[in-house]
């Protein structure tokens, strides 16, 4: 079975550029999820998806963060415009659904450099 | 609110040698607690889970305790080995929020032959 699908792997823009991170879920996940992991820090939740819905986008920079998942199963995240701030991992974890058993399984990640 | 304490790193230590990585956690619910690894270049991957007190997860030789009394979740290895090399983070979810997960800082650990 695939697991977690992202691309690309790495990216270094300029700053006020825009950029855009893609990420196919493992099959059959209802939920999405994407996280921003800072050097020498956990992982942070950026927006949780049901399906196509955003159901918790509380910790997402909406000035300049967006997402969609229109279809329920791929997922972009873009920046516009990128700051110097936003260099890090991003990654995009699924689940079968938001149950608190079930593991999220994590792709892995985007690393972004903005210079 | 919901958080996750892991012991400080990095941690070095010689192949064989015993590993004790600390994590301790504050919730607001009943959270699940997890172990996952992240491999050099790799994306975090689940090493092991507990989903009740005085659970035990176990995997691959590293076993975690879920600590009700302490709010602890230790990771522990009888023998390390250098491919297990990497950087752990404790996490834990909460079904309030939708099983939003709360990730650790990581700690970095280094095993030399």
């Known amino acids: 079975e695939a697991g977690v699908v992202q691309s690309p792997r790495y990216k270094i823009i300029e700053k006020k550029q825009p950029v855009a991170f893609w990420c196919n879920p493992i099959?059959?996940?209802?939920?999405l999820y994407w996280y921003r992991q800072n050097l020498g820090q956990g992982p942070e939740l950026l927006i949780r998806y049901e399906n196509e819905e955003a159901v918790d986008d509380s910790q997402l920079p909406k000035d300049r963060f967006s997402a969609e998942r229109l279809k329920g199963v791929d997922s972009t995240l873009k920046i516009q415009p990128a700051e110097l701030g936003d260099s890090a991992v991003y990654l995009c974890?699924?689940?079968?659904?938001?149950?608190?058993?079930?593991?999220?399984?994590f792709g892995p990640g985007t690393r972004l450099l903005v210079l | 609110g919901n958080s996750v304490t892991q012991m400080e790193g990095p941690v070095t230590l010689s192949e064989e040698a015993f590993l004790t990585i600390n994590c301790t956690y504050t919730?607001?619910?009943?959270?699940?607690l997890f172990w996952y690894v992240q491999y050099p270049g790799e994306g975090l991957q689940l090493l092991l889970k507990a989903t009740k007190a005085d659970d035990k997860g176990s995997n691959k030789g590293f076993e975690a305790t879920y600590r009700k009394e302490t709010t602890s979740f230790h990771l522990e290895k009888g023998s390390v080995q250098v491919s297990d090399s990497a950087v752990y983070f404790c996490a834990l979810s909460d079904h309030n929020t939708g099983n939003q997960f709360y990730f650790g800082t990581g700690t970095s650990l280094t095993v030399i032959p």
């Open positions: 099959s059959g996940h209802n939920t």
């Open positions: 919730a607001t619910g009943y959270p699940s």
């Open positions: 974890a699924s689940s079968l659904d938001s149950q608190v058993l079930e593991t999220q399984y």
